[in-house]
């Protein structure tokens, strides 16, 4: 099939965007790898990384990927399971507060949403107090965990954090490291499909994220959420809106869709 009949004008920048993926998911295994550390697990490479993709399967398949931990501790011991579970929400809010940081930044010195001109100012300081919010109870997790001592849970995680002080920027520069991967993702894939870019651009990408991330979602990773809410973002840049929409379900079939097949793939040959 010709590539212009999907108004692909640049392909080769398609493909260096696919060639990005792998760091996305890199950034996220280090996260996971961080997380066994901490929690003191000890287990076979294979172990490790099979655990790692059933998770990516399992959150694929659960509402705004929250489902990643159910494929992961599942090879792993029960008494082990708890503790697994609460970092990979530590890390998971890792990428919830950088994404929600930066894109109040993008909106900041964008100074323009979709729907500025309806709620204004109030809405710059709600997305202001989300953004700070979110990094105060992600550093201050332990405040949460002391009110829930009697729990064995959070027993054990505030033991984590107080022995492994520095995990939460640790994660927070892997979570960073992941945005920024997507972002340059996105610029090549928009790129591809015919949008100019330029550094205002990369603002209107960081604000994309910031909505996508607070939409709420079934399953599949936001497929048909994430292309609603790229054209109506993207629409207030200027950028035409079949570039949009190929480009949001390009990254969706790039950094979700793809990983997940490979992954059945892998798991499938492991158990035969």
Request: with cysteine; hydrophobic share 60%; net charge positive.
């Amino acid at each position: 099939m010709d590539h212009q009949i999907l108004n692909l004008k640049h392909p080769a920048f398609l493909f260096l965007g696919l060639l990005l993926m792998p760091l996305n998911w890199w950034a996220e295994w280090r996260k996971w790898t961080l997380s066994l550390h901490c929690a003191d697990v000890k287990s076979e490479k294979s172990t490790t990384f099979h655990s790692f993709l059933a998770g990516m399967v399992t959150g694929m398949l659960t509402p705004n990927m929250l489902g990643n931990f159910i494929g992961r501790v599942l090879y792993f011991e029960r008494r082990y399971r708890v503790q697994l579970t609460l970092l990979t929400f530590v890390g998971s809010m890792s990428q919830f507060v950088i994404t929600m940081l930066v894109g109040a930044i993008g909106i900041t010195l964008l100074q323009k949403m979709p729907f500025a001109n309806d709620l204004g100012l109030l809405t710059y300081i709600m997305i202001s107090l989300i953004s700070l919010l979110s990094l105060v109870f992600y550093f201050r997790l332990e405040w949460l965990l002391k009110f829930l001592k009697k729990r064995t849970f959070a027993n054990g995680l505030l033991a984590i954090l107080i022995a492994h002080k520095f995990i939460r920027l640790r994660m927070l520069t892997l979570a960073f490291f992941r945005h920024v991967v997507f972002t340059l993702q996105f610029g090549c894939v928009l790129y591809a499909f015919g949008s100019e870019i330029n550094a205002t651009s990369i603002l209107w990408i960081w604000q994309f994220y910031f909505w996508i991330t607070l939409a709420p979602s079934l399953f599949l990773g936001k497929l048909g959420v994430r292309e609603s809410i790229a054209v109506w973002v993207f629409a207030a840049a200027g950028m035409a809106e079949i570039s949009v929409v190929l480009a949001a379900f390009s990254i969706w079939v790039m950094n979700l869709f793809l990983p997940t097949l490979v992954s059945l793939f892998i798991l499938k040959r492991a158990k035969a």
